[in-house]
């Protein structure tokens, strides 16, 4: 599961403390994730409808709906 990393370290979130963006799909992969890795309760976002259109979820091609912060 580095890609998600990867992609938030080189995308336009760079700098942010947003660390992985997942669909309906992938939130719970993505929340096992930062736990493990960060060892912290995640805080879960909802998307609004812009950022949902213009961000992809860290582990598949859809639009992400949720972002995970440390
Ligand atoms: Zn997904």
Redesign the pocket.
Known sequence: MENGYAIIKHGKWKGRIKMEF?????IE?AMDVVVDEYEAAPIIEKLNEADQLSTT??????P?VYSITK
Do not use: I, L
């Not at 997942?22 to 992938?26: G, I, L, P, Q, Y």
């Not at 979820?57 to 859809?62: A, D, P, V």
């Open positions: 997942a669909c309906d799909e992938h992969v979820c860290s582990y598949c091609k859809k992400a």
